[in-house]
Every structure is written in structure tokens, then in C-alpha cells.
């Protein structure tokens, strides 16, 4: 599938925000009726290429005139830079459909904690305006991980949200008074949390931030926890072992390290794949696998059927053998 199908909403920059020193949000005009919900992201078509990037929506349906997309300039990142340098008012952006399960709407509760690092806050924004405007009466507990105070994106809406919205932020260097400093760790979060066993916990940030968040509040007491994925997880290659790659495309079998993803062995071989998100949350890298072993990372767009047609996403497939493909 190309770009021009997965991305068939058309919206009209109106105007782009800085929100801190990397972090601008652009706000968008849309024509039509473009039906989305709290916390979920859409992929978007960068330029006048065919490569797209996933991005949450970071306004709230119902509150907003615009729908925003809230960006931190990556060093070299190509869909990032162009929307923060290049894209002005005037200029139109290409959306996907909205897509992603990680939304308070689909997982209802009383009780909320949210953890953020850095640009995670973008679809915990979204929810935790919704869910004011929405169900007042739900309990929710924000704690948010910033590098330094000038980090802090959305920082009046958050403030102005309090005493119903519990905030901690917690700055890594330089807090200020009202805030924490340093890292959270277990120890800070059985203080700060609880009830924890009673709350449905939602965790977007870094990888690394997510997982070891994941691993704690499992072992606190919370039965129930989403996450979400903004960036791809790294390919390690581990030279000592060599699998093969066969496609019907080509001829001869290509070669690649253990420790790549599927996508990285094909886009290095140059084999036809589309991907978008690289984190296993859009679906636009779908292959089918006819022969080898492998582990897979994520499987939130897939079938059951799909599953056991040998279908996997590229990006979140990690052979573990030979790998033959339909």
C-alpha cells in the first residue's frame, strides 16, 4: 500500500506553536468529519515522499477547533525535522485514519494513573482533557518525567487541571520547588501510588522508561496496564550469527545478523515493505512468513487468522532462523 491510500485525510496547517525548546504542536484544519479518540495517533505522510510517520493526536475530540500533532525535533529525524522546520501555514498534511487502542474511551475505569516521559504526555493530554470534560468523577493521578523544568509540555493546561488532575512532575535535572527531582523509581511510586491495585495503569514514553515502569507496577499490585510505543526498538546485530532472507523478488537468498528485525533485513535488501510507526502499532509492514522461527514483539493489528497464516509485522519480528517469505 502506498502513502496516497493509507493517508487520504487532507488538513491545512493553521497555525504551529513552540511548546518547549524541541517540542512545537501544529494545528490543523479539517474539511471533513475526522472522528478520533482521546489518546489515539495517526500516521502522516512526510512531503512529497512516500515514507510515513506516526504521531498522536494530541488535541481532544469535542474541545478543540483544530486537530494538533505535538513534536519533538529528533536530530537527524526526516519526519520530524519536516514537520518542525519545513511544514508553515498554508501548507497541507496528509493523515492516515485514526488508529491505536491506547485510549481511556476503550478502557473505561474510576480510577486512573498515567505515566509520561517527554513527548509521552501527548496522548495523556488528550485523555486526561477528555476525561475532565467527560467523567468528572473518575479519579485520576499523573505523574510526568522531564529532563529539566523547560521540558514540561502542556505546562498551564496541567497546572490548571489541578486539584482534580493529582500531578508530580518529576525533573531529572534542576527541579524546582514544586516538583520532584531525579528519576521514578519503585520506591517513589509505592509512595506516590497507593491504591495502585486499583487503578488502570497507562504508560507512554521511551522504551526503556516503559518496560522498567511496566516491570514496577506489576510487582506494586496493578492488574491492569497499557502501553504505548513512539520509537522502534533498536536492531542490535550480533555479527557471529548470519541468517538467510528468501523472497520470491529475488533470485538468490540475501544474508543478515541475528539481533535485526525482519524490517531491517528487508529494507537493507531492499525488499518491497511499507513502514510507518516501526513500533508494531500501525499494521503497515504486515508480511507473511511461510517458513523459519522467529519472536514476535507485537501483534496489535493482526488476526487470529492472519496470526496463523504466518503473518507477522516486520518491525516487531525477530528471527531467530532462516526466514522464507511469501
Not at 493523515?95 to 504526555?121: T, V
Not at 486526561?128 to 467527560?134: F, S, V
Not at 514476535?296 to 487470529?304: A, E, G, I
Request: proline residues 6%; hydrophobic residues 40%.
Amino acid at each position: 500500500m502506498n502513502s496516497k491510500i493509507l493517508c487520504p485525510w487532507r488538513m491545512q496547517v493553521h497555525h504551529v506553536q513552540q511548546e518547549t525548546p524541541d517540542v512545537w504542536t501544529l494545528a490543523l484544519i479539517n474539511h471533513d468529519f475526522y472522528r478520533w479518540q482521546a489518546g489515539q495517533f495517526a500516521l502522516v505522510k512526510i512531503g512529497n515522499s512516500e515514507e510515513m510517520r506516526a504521531y498522536t493526536l494530541s488535541s481532544t475530540p469535542g474541545q478543540s477547533p483544530f486537530i494538533t500533532l505535538t513534536v519533538r525535533q529528533i536530530e537527524q529525524g526526516k519526519g520530524s525535522g519536516w514537520l518542525t522546520r519545513d511544514v508553515r501555514p498554508g501548507n497541507d498534511i496528509w493523515l492516515s485514519d485514526p488508529q491505536g487502542d491506547f485510549s481511556c474511551q476503550r478502557h473505561p475505569a474510576s480510577h486512573y494513573l498515567f505515566l509520561a516521559a517527554g513527548c509521552g504526555i501527548t496522548p495523556i493530554m488528550s485523555m486526561c482533557r477528555w476525561l475532565h470534560a467527560q467523567r468528572p468523577a473518575c479519579n485520576v493521578q499523573l505523574l510526568y518525567s522531564v529532563r529539566s523544568p523547560q521540558d514540561v509540555i502542556f505546562a498551564c493546561e496541567l497546572s490548571a487541571m489541578q486539584p482534580w488532575l493529582t500531578l508530580t512532575i518529576i525533573a531529572e535535572n534542576s527541579a524546582t520547588p514544586a516538583m520532584l527531582s531525579g528519576r521514578l523509581d519503585r520506591a517513589r511510586l509505592a509512595a506516590l501510588v497507593p491504591d495502585m491495585v486499583r487503578r488502570t495503569v497507562m504508560i507512554c514514553g521511551p522504551e526503556a522508561y516503559m518496560a522498567s515502569l511496566q516491570h514496577d507496577v506489576k510487582a506494586l499490585g496493578a492488574k491492569t496496564i497499557f502501553t504505548e510505543q513512539f520509537t522502534p526498538v533498536a536492531d542490535v546485530a550480533k555479527e557471529e550469527t548470519q541468517f538467510t532472507l528468501r523472497s520470491p523478488m529475488r533470485l538468490q537468498a540475501d544474508t543478515f545478523p541475528s539481533g535485526w528485525s525482519l524490517l531491517a533485513a528487508m529494507e537493507h535488501h531492499k525488499l518491497p515493505v511499507v513502514a510507518a510507526c516501526r513500533s508494531g502499532v500501525c499494521g503497515c509492514c504486515k508480511t507473511r512468513v511461510t517458513e523459519g522461527h522467529y519472536q514476535t514483539r507485537s501483534q496489535q493489528t493482526l488476526s487470529d487468522t492472519e496470526i496463523s497464516q504466518g503473518y507477522v509485522l516486520a518491525c516487531s519480528c525477530y528471527p531467530e532462523s532462516d526466514i522464507v517469505l511469501a
